[in-house]
């Protein structure tokens, strides 16, 4: 075969250069035998064969390069050479290394925060055999969860698996711990920052738990490292001495690795449970964060008295996750609970929407229950594009900074043209050098993306409260990385060095060794013009997004929200679990604590409901006919919120017209609507007197909670809008409900201050101690509740990386447009003191450079400006209050980048002003 033959070429160079030479000797010698026959002399014969046959050592590299023997040879002379030119020049090396490294360090840390979060895998032995499972139900589509029924037929009637687990979160109350409560510095800023109440007299901390099969452990094939796991166990010992896990980071921060805690007794919503064992450091099994214990689901109930989980079918309370058999494809497993799918759907209520056809869906395994949305998708899509424009940027300034390097290279690519070397071996080893500053480039973007997200990781770690679990970031390069970023090196080293090695190879002619003396070449100079249009044009387009973001972001911050959010706390508590705490004592509770906060200095009015920002928000189809609300009669979906008497006032709502409720004397059968509401419902109507009824069949609401359905209810008054928790105000559809007096412990209160609220706050902790030290209470202002819900944050995130990474790109563009034109300078030196000389000013020599920047900038503005406007039009979902085309944003950002271009432009070009003429004249 030829490729044996070429490799044992390679195996065996001497022999074969041997041989080669044998064989060219051969012909040299038959010709000049030939010419000696027919009359020549010796020496003349053996001249004529030489000259007829040509350079031997040409045909021995031909003869070498058509076999393909010296391929590695080549390609390690032409490394070896390329890293001897980066030495030489080691202040372009630097430079290119540190543009291009930017560009690439920030696709790394996307990619690497990517495979951090969102392409995580379950912490398992053989992870890639373990799969999520889920449900496609004909009537809601798929779901994740299953009732604990359900999944006890699954795990002993599917036998495509060698093994199911069931896993839910849940957060416990903790007492009775002892040990002793230490919290690092930044996770006491974060405390603040979620309103955590603590208080020296508390007793009681809320801690996050991971409830789960007792084969959980076996399944992902962990064992732990101290103690025992739950499946150690039987059933009748692990009911009669109820047990749970801790895992190694939540005994390390909160009993600072006492030796003693296996066998310790401590308290779960008042229920005692011994520690059993110690899981490994850092594990988080099938979810995000290490929870503080692992908590068996059989003995839920001890926990939930009031929950009846183990045996209703309707429940859905936890999600799968299967190890496959071995042997087992996805396709069977699949197939097979379809099957049983369909038989359990039968064992459902008949009026339940899990007794409608269903089939099974698998995914690999993942600690997120299913596949990502569209919309995070497209997300993500965003992100990578936009990493992806600094590559850009960074690859087109590294090959301004080529192109300059080249033109001092000129004489040396000549001379190699002339001595024999094809234009494709000169493309090859300038693409060579390329290659090898990207890979130096990539190697020193690794290790800053690594360092930066290692203290990133840290601090977010150090950041969390214990009782939060402990976020675990595996941020360290793995293969995965490895080959990403050289690969992303390589494709930037071919992408910023192609053009200059075709463009230097094509005028390193013998022609051209004195062309480059006085002006650029018309070829060179548009590539130059094009890059700096390039950069131009991308980070346009990176810093309008990021303006917009900002820009949208401190729009929905001062925005009128139409209430008081700077004076209103937001007070909720959290309500052990156990047999005492009943509804009825609960209420008790909570009329105690508004009696003691009434009481405090500084409290205006108090009162009881969920607050305009405070998420948790219920919806309910609205009809005006009298008939029950459906589909088919219903005027509008709104939201509602049960309120008291007073929470208008409290938190300074105005009524615009008709009345709010009356203070004595519970009231039944009346709301008040919002404004947008009332125009809704009642386009041009006085909607004063008017009735409506609510449904929320088929909404969200928890187990228990108090509807509004079935009576017809009277208009009463009209409130101001308020804003909610959506940035675009499409909650401000609001129908207020009274409260009665047995809901109160099911809402926040709301407490109106007079003075400074973080001085009152301070005062709340022991007041809620007081009444029960078991509770955990949260405590924020309305200001601060808005600044933390999800829209908001993701707002913020947005704004903040869109403008980090246009801020990159335009300083990237900013080098990229001064070291070209110093380029221009110094190549247009004898140009500038011929035009002085005949009489130029300096003046005419600034606007000439200016202008001829000019020139690239202005048309990388234009291409920018339409290209930023389709990005407009992707972001349109996530501005609120914002036109897409908000001027500002594009006219300000344009000529704040014209501004620094022409400032780049201009500090290289003040060189050429003072050009003495007679030097320029003898500048070669």
């Known amino acids: 075969m030829a490729w044996i033959s070429r490799m044992r070429a390679l195996l065996r160079r001497d022999k074969l250069a041997k041989e080669l030479q044998e064989e060219m000797e ?13 009359g020549m002399a010796a020496e003349d014969a053996r001249r004529d064969a030489r000259r007829r046959f040509g350079s031997v050592v040409r045909w021995r590299e031909r003869m070498s390069e058509i076999d393909g023997m010296t391929l590695p040879q080549t390609i390690w002379q032409d490394v070896r050479y390329g890293a001897r030119m980066l030495s030489r020049n080691a202040g372009f090396t630097i430079a290119a290394v540190l543009a291009l490294a930017l560009g690439i360090g920030v696709n790394t840390t996307a990619f690497t925060a990517y495979k951090v979060f969102l392409g ?46 069931a896993e839910s979160g849940d957060r416990l109350t903790l007492t009775g711990a002892g040990g002793v409560r230490t919290e690092p510095t930044l996770a006491g800023v974060l405390v603040s920052r979620l309103g955590l109440i603590s208080s020296g007299a508390s007793d009681a901390e809320s801690v996050s738990t991971l409830m789960v099969s007792e084969n959980y452990f076996s399944v992902l094939g962990v064992s732990a490292i101290r103690g025992r796991t739950f499946e150690a166990m039987s059933k009748e010992e692990l009911a009669a001495s109820p047990g749970v896990m801790i895992t190694e980071n939540y005994w390390q921060k909160r009993f600072g690795g006492d030796a003693s805690i296996v066998g310790k007794s401590i308290r779960l919503n008042d229920a005692a449970f011994t520690v059993i064992g110690i899981t490994p450091h850092d594990f988080t099994g099938t979810a995000l964060a290490a929870p503080a214990f692992w908590f068996p689901l059989s003995l839920e109930p001890l926990v939930h008295p009031g929950d009846n989980w183990l045996r209703d079918r309707e429940e859905e309370c936890c999600r799968m996750i299967a190890r496959l058999a071995p042997g087992v494809t996805m396709e069977q497993a699949q197939a097979e609970m379809s099957t049983l799918a369909e038989r359990l759907r039968g064992l459902h209520d008949p009026h339940s929407q899990l007794s409608k056809p269903v089939t099974a869906e698998l995914m690999a395994g993942s600690p997120f229950p299913r596949k990502l949305d569209e919309g995070l998708k497209f997300a993500i899509l965003l992100i990578m594009l936009a990493v992806g424009m600094v590559l850009v940027i960074a690859c087109a300034n590294v090959a301004s900074l080529q192109l300059a390097r080249a033109a001092s290279r000129q004489n040396e690519l000549s001379m190699r043209l002339s001595l024999g070397a094809s234009r494709a071996r000169l493309i090859r080893q300038l693409l060579t050098e390329s290659a090898l500053l990207g890979l130096i480039a990539g190697i020193v973007a690794m290790l800053f993306s690594w360092m930066l997200m290692h203290i990133c990781a840290t601090i977010a770690a150090e950041a969390i409260p214990v009782e939060y679990g402990t976020l675990v970031l595996h941020v360290t390069p793995d293969l995965v990385v490895f080959t990403y970023v050289f690969g992303i090196s390589l494709l930037a080293g071919v992408l910023f060095g192609l053009a200059p090695a075709l463009e230097s190879s094509r005028s390193a002619l013998s022609s051209a060794m004195k062309a480059n003396a006085g002006t650029s070449p018309q070829r060179g100079g548009r590539l130059r013009d094009g890059l700096i249009a390039l950069q131009v044009c991308v980070s346009l387009v990176l810093l309008i997004a990021g303006s917009l973001l900002i820009r949208s972001s401190i729009h929905s911050l001062k925005m009128d929200t139409g209430y008081e959010g700077k004076k209103v706390i937001n007070l909720e508590i959290q309500f052990p679990s156990g047999p005492k705490y009943t509804a009825a004592r609960e209420a008790v509770m909570v009329g105690e604590l508004r009696r003691r906060l009434g009481a405090l200095p500084g409290v205006g009015a108090i009162t009881s409901a969920r607050p305009p920002d405070g998420g948790g928000v219920r919806t309910a189809l609205v009809s005006l006919n009298g008939e029950k609300p459906s589909e088919g009669n219903s005027r509008a979906w709104l939201y509602y919120v049960y309120v008291q008497p007073n929470y208008f006032e409290t938190l300074s709502i105005p009524m615009l017209s008709g009345r709010g409720f009356a ?122 509740l808005l600044q933390q819900t999800p829209q908001f944050v993701i707002s913020s995130l947005a704004a903040a990386f869109a403008s980090t990474v246009g801020l990159l790109g335009l300083l990237l563009a900013s ?60 972001l349109r979902g996530v501005l609120f209050g914002l036109n897409a085309l908000d001027g500002v944003s594009f006219a300000g950002v344009s000529l704040l980048l014209l501004g620094i271009a022409l400032l780049a432009a201009y500090l290289p070009s003040r060189r050429a002003m003072r050009v003495d003429p007679v030097v320029a004249l003898r500048y070669e």
């Not at 890639?128 to 449900?135: H, K, M």
């Not at 909670?705 to 409130?719: F, H, K, N, S, W």
């Not at 412990?745 to 007041?767: A, C, F, M, Y």
């Not at 070209?820 to 000013?841: F, H, Q």
Request: net charge negative; glycine share 10%.
């Open 663 to 784: 203070a004595r004397g519970a009231e039944r059968n009346v709301v008040v609507v919002s404004e947008t509401a009332a125009k809704h419902l009642w386009p041009g109507e006085n909607p004063i007197g008017h009735k409506l009824r609510l449904g929320t069949e088929n909404q969200f609401h928890n187990k228990g909670e108090m509807l509004p359905d079935g009576v017809a209810y009277e208009v009463i008054g009209v409130a101001r809008d308020t804003r909610g928790v959506e940035l675009d105000g499409s909650d401000a559809e609001e129908v207020y409900v009274p409260m009665g007096e047995g809901q109160l412990q099911d809402h926040p209160i709301l407490i109106r201050t007079l003075g400074d609220s973080g001085e009152l706050q301070k005062l709340i902790g022991p007041v809620v101690a007081s009444i029960d030290p078991n509770l955990v209470a949260t405590s924020l202002t309305l200001d601060q």
């Open 26 to 38: 051969f012909h040299l010698t038959q010709r000049a035998a030939w010419n000696r026959e027919h």
């Open 815 to 874: 080098m990229g447009i001064y070291g070209t034109i110093s380029y221009i300078v110094v190549l247009r030196t004898r140009e500038v003191g011929i035009r002085m000389a005949l009489g130029a000013k300096k003046r005419d020599v600034l606007v000439l450079m200016l202008r001829q920047c000019a020139r690239p900038v202005v048309a990388g503005l234009a291409a920018g400006m339409v290209l930023a406007v389709g990005a407009a039009y992707l």
């Open 120 to 165: 995580r895998s379950i912490e398992a032995r053989d992870a890639s055999r373990l799969v999520n499972l889920a449900l496609n139900h004909e009537s809601h589509g798929a779901s994740s969860q299953i009732s604990y029924p359900d999944y006890v037929a699954y795990r002993d009637g599917l036998h495509s698996f060698s093994g199911i687990l």
